[in-house]
């Protein structure tokens, strides 16, 4: 039934809807059973120095997801190029990122800061990343866990940034974050992060991308779904219709 309430002149009543929770064990909007395999989460860095402590960090991200029972890919972004060069999205590495942001779940995205904010490396990886790719979104409705490395005393200058890109591309981004203070100080000569509240924190934050994950993703698409999309998507419908029957 179309929704009509006089107060309230300016609503199109045909795409207006009254939002219900999901009904129990099935997706609202597709009618599909939950999924059952393990969540997928892509994991970015913004570091390419050899020894950069936003991959180790990323590298110990992962082994404990994967303890956790997440699915775990890492994009290194060496040999991207730089947003709006001449090679354009045909190139191979925009397009190997291009293809995990569709296959995940779940971001975690760390950066190192550097002057007072994100990496140009970082920001990047999230600049290939379109809004929409055709009909699909690829990141609308993902979950979104962000992270930062200091060489200094703890801020949060990157992850506050990492937080406005993450709304932009219409993710959803859990509430905990991870600020490593003095990183250089965090890791053993094997590369492995030494126990620590940082630590901590990182398992922390983790289980709660993993949490959120599993409940959302099954009705991300149920969560995402806006009244101005639809009546946008109506009104084409009624343009094309139209212009047919010129």
Not at 148 to 171: D, E, H, P, T
Not at 199 to 207: G, M
Request: charged content about 20%; hydrophobic content about 35%.
């Amino acid at each position: 039934m179309s929704f009509n309430n006089p107060d309230l002149p300016n609503i199109q009543g045909d795409v207006f809807v009254v939002p219900e929770l999901p009904t129990a064990g099935q997706n609202t909007v597709s009618g599909t059973t939950p999924v059952n395999d393990a969540p997928r989460i892509l994991l970015l860095y913004g570091s390419l120095r050899e020894r950069s402590f936003s991959r180790l960090v990323v590298e110990e991200s992962a082994r404990i997801l994967q303890a956790m029972g997440a699915q775990t890919r890492i994009f290194n972004p060496a040999g991207l190029p730089l947003p709006d060069d001449s090679t354009g999205p045909e190139h191979p590495r925009v397009q190997a990122l291009r293809e995990l942001v569709q296959w995940s779940e779940g971001h975690v995205w760390c950066s190192p800061e550097r002057h007072g904010g994100m990496t140009g490396i970082l920001k990047s990886q999230i600049d290939w990343i379109p809004l929409s790719i055709g009909a699909v979104r690829p990141t609308q409705g993902k979950t979104l866990a962000v992270m930062q490395v200091c060489g200094g005393s703890q801020s949060f200058n990157a992850v506050n940034q990492l937080r406005i890109l993450g709304r932009w591309m219409r993710m959803l981004t859990i509430p905990n974050q991870s600020s490593v203070a003095k990183a250089h100080l965090e890791f053993d000569e094997h590369d492995r992060m030494k126990p620590s509240p940082y630590y901590d924190r990182i398992v922390d934050v983790l289980e709660e991308l993993v949490k959120f994950t599993l409940l959302t993703r099954d009705i991300a698409p149920w969560l995402t779904d806006r009244y101005s999309e639809r009546r946008e998507s109506a009104q084409e419908l009624m343009a094309r219709v139209n212009q047919n029957s010129l």
